[in-house]
């Protein structure tokens, strides 16, 4: 087989400047193959700088994670930094999680960062990424830098970049990113790897603002409450959660949960799960096993970077003898507790969700007398949100403490629902019973989500397209009124995005992930009571799947 003239010689020009050995052979035997299908796949385009930073495969190629892409974004990131005359003295923290490379690319990356004459702070060892959320506001940093893919595939990983100053330590959005895609481009166009600066004088520690987040965070929590002890057990999924929430529980007064052992250090080979998303299928196989071992009442997740959590309780009348929460199950939760002791103290503020989010958290604001804003989806846009209180997104994102952490934690989230559920059970109660109170206050939505997985994210796309020029007039029996979210509103900005609102309340929303090669489609119903909703989920999640997978 021979591959194009030009994908050869652009394989051969990275080959030339590649310093890793790794991806230096495995792109040496695709060109020696001649495989143009790879090589079109590395070299056709480059990997996308947008709102979620860089994401993607580990491998040689522009359109890859690797060592030459990953300087040639720091050098642009520092070059846009210094043009910015918001930041008369730039400075940058960088964090990195247990996947694979992610020290390599931070580590080189605080050096490039140096060698481009800005401050820089490594953090000494891996971290959460709400503690480097936590550290690019608290620190004052200009930006932050936090490797990793999150809940990404094993053979991904990620830059995610955290604006300071103004922005407040949230994630960038447009117009920020895309000027730092044409920093990053022109460093690309300009540079070879051994080109681009590089200094060793740069700073390697954290742990006093790891300290700092732990103390503000502990305080969420009110250490004399009246508490029962209920049996607890944790997962990091072979993530970087366990040491900064063992801590945290600590701190607050609260027993540390037992631990699910084969999944506790972190892994980036993730050996235990197929992805390691606690959304996805099976992943909460291993922490059922344990829970059932030690008779757990409460299973508590985060995913690898440990910015999600995923909730589940003892219920024997589910397959695995536990209930897992829904994301907005465990936001509705968040969001009673938090609202209502806003405004028990008088503070008056917002409630946030993504348009994908169940609509129960207006009722919940309205009930309050808290305001309320709907976002776009991710929390570049939630964490943005003026006077926020409390935001949350079906993905089983959570942030509770938006003045310090502008960001989705899953560590001060399981703080919050392990010291409520231990609150409840002083009283007998538990988070179903407490559910199923605010339930009949708010009413009965049931919620779920169809995802489908490609090759590519440009076919999640397509689909969408095609869907878009053909929306279904009808579905499950039900007029369907079709709203395009990419036309945009007043209360939204444009997004890739289809909305259907059913002539008997139900709703559906499909999009395209934007960080994984994804389709998602979200679905809601309300019911007069939980099995009414759960019946009516059920129908219409079975009917777009015939629509979606037919």
């Keep these: 087989m021979t591959a194009d003239a030009s994908l050869l010689a652009a394989a051969e020009a990275w080959l030339q400047q590649d310093p890793d050995e790794t991806t230096r052979a495995e792109l040496s035997a695709l060109i020696e193959a001649g495989d143009e299908a790879e090589l079109q796949a590395r070299f056709g385009k480059r990997l ?28 642009g990131i520092a070059n846009w930094v210094k043009q910015n005359p918001e930041f008369a003295e730039p400075s940058v923290v960088i964090g990195f999680d247990g996947r694979i490379n992610s020290d390599v690319f931070a580590k080189e990356s605080a050096a490039i960062f140096a060698g481009a004459g800005l401050e820089v ?34 053979k991904d990983n990620g830059y995610k970049v955290y604006l300071g100053g103004k922005n407040g330590g949230s994630q960038i959005i447009s ?6 895609a044409a920093e990053i481009s022109k460093v690309a166009e300009t540079l070879t790897f051994d080109e681009i600066p590089k200094s060793e004088d740069f700073v390697t520690g954290g742990a006093d603002l790891q300290e700092m987040y732990l103390e503000i965070t502990s305080a969420l929590v009110d250490p004399d409450a009246e508490r029962a002890t209920i049996s ?17 529980f600590e701190y607050a007064g609260l027993p540390r ?46 995913d690898p970077d440990a910015d999600r959590l995923a909730v589940a309780v003892a219920n024997k009348s589910y397959r695995d003898g536990y209930r897992v929460l829904t994301g907005d199950e465990v936001g509705l939760i968040l969001a009673a507790e938090i609202a209502t002791a806003a405004r028990d ?9 993504s348009v994908v989010s169940s609509s129960a958290l207006e009722a919940v604001a309205l009930y309050t007398g808290q305001n309320f804003v709907q976002t776009l989806t991710g929390f570049k846009w939630i964490s943005k949100v003026p006077n926020l209180l409390f935001g949350y997104e079906e993905a089983l994102g959570y942030c509770v403490d ?78 369907a009124a079709f709203t395009d979210l990419a036309l945009g509103s007043e209360a939204l900005p444009p997004t890739d995005g289809l909305r259907f609102d059913l002539a008997d309340g139900r709703r559906v929303i499909v999009r395209p992930s934007g960080t994984e090669p994804k389709l998602k489609c979200y679905l809601q119903a309300i019911g007069a009571d939980y099995k009414t909703a759960k019946n009516a989920k059920t129908a219409l999640e079975a009917a777009m799947r015939e629509i979606l997978e037919g």
């Design 48 to 75: 996308q700088f947008g709102t979620a930073g860089l994401r993607g495969r580990l491998g040689a190629g522009p359109n890859r994670m690797n060592r030459v892409s990953v300087a040639q974004a720091a050098l």
């Design 121 to 154: 702070l490594l953090f000494e060892d891996m971290v959460p990424t709400p503690v480097l959320a936590f550290a690019t506001k608290q620190g004052g940093y200009s930006i932050g830098v936090m490797v990793t893919a999150s809940h990404n595939p094993v």
């Design 175 to 180: 117009p920020t990113d895309a000027q730092m």
């Design 232 to 248: 607890t057990i944790y997962t990091a999924m072979h993530g970087v959660g366990w040491p900064a929430l063992s801590t945290l």
């Design 257 to 302: 949960p037992a631990v699910v052992r084969s999944q506790i250090e972190p892994d980036g080979n993730f050996p235990t799960v197929a992805f390691p998303n606690p959304e996805e299928p099976g992943a909460l196989d291993e922490a059922f096993a344990a829970a059932k071992q030690v008779r757990a009442k409460l299973i508590l997740a985060n």
């Design 345 to 353: 103290a008088g503070i008056e503020g917002t409630l946030a969700s």
């Design 402 to 479: 938006p003045q310090h952490t502008p960001d989705k934690d899953g560590i001060s989230a399981a703080l919050v629902i392990a010291d409520l559920a231990s609150r409840l059970a002083a009283n007998s109660e538990t988070l179903e019973d407490y559910l199923n109170q605010l339930s009949a206050i708010f009413g009965h939505y049931s919620t779920g989500q169809i995802s489908l997985r490609y090759e590519d994210v440009s076919i999640a796309q397509e689909k969408v397209a095609d869907l878009r020029a053909n929306p279904p007039a009808s579905i499950d029996g039900a007029t």
